[in-house]
């Protein structure tokens, strides 16, 4: 009967697997420091999302676009305002995919979001929807806004 080899190798040869498999857990760690440490250096930005056609979210952080109004979609009050609340969120998506995008904050609404103009390689984002004829201007000066437009009623976007 031929004799079978001992399954537990040598010490020095446990020793020499020890030492292996730190320096391998000691890269992966390093690794992963790296990583995450290159990503904030270069400062990567959150992605940037339209939830509907005047409010976009950078991240966690939910900003109204300031100057206009558009349709609702998720608490319209008809189905004709519905469908131009989507075709306001799609048109505002391509928009944001179009170019650079700037954001000047200008404070907080009641709501908490951040109040800001938005801009398309310098293009007011306000005026493309409006000129597109997916929203109406909106401004509230001195904090006085003004009632809103009733989607539902027939009225069309004033400006295009």
Do not use: F
């Amino acid at each position: 009967m031929a004799e079978r080899p001992d399954p537990v190798p040598p010490p020095d040869v446990q020793e020499r697997m020890r030492t292996g498999c730190l320096v391998v857990l000691a890269a992966c760690l390093l690794g992963i420091v790296l990583a995450l440490l290159i990503d904030r250096a270069w400062g990567a930005e959150p992605p940037i999302v339209a939830v509907d056609g005047d409010t976009i979210y950078l991240g966690e952080e939910k900003i109204r676009i300031v100057g206009l109004d558009a349709p609702e979609t998720y608490q319209a009050r008809c189905d004709s305002e519905r469908q131009r609340g989507h075709a306001a969120t799609a048109y505002l998506r391509r928009l944001l995919a179009s170019g650079t995008i700037t954001i000047r904050r200008q404070g907080r609404d009641r709501y908490r979001r951040t109040l800001a103009r938005v801009y398309i390689g310098g293009r007011d984002v306000a005026g493309l929807m409006i000129r597109a004829g997916h929203a109406v201007r909106y401004d509230c000066p001195r904090g006085r806004c003004p009632r809103r437009i009733n989607w539902c009623g027939g009225a069309k976007p004033a400006s295009r």
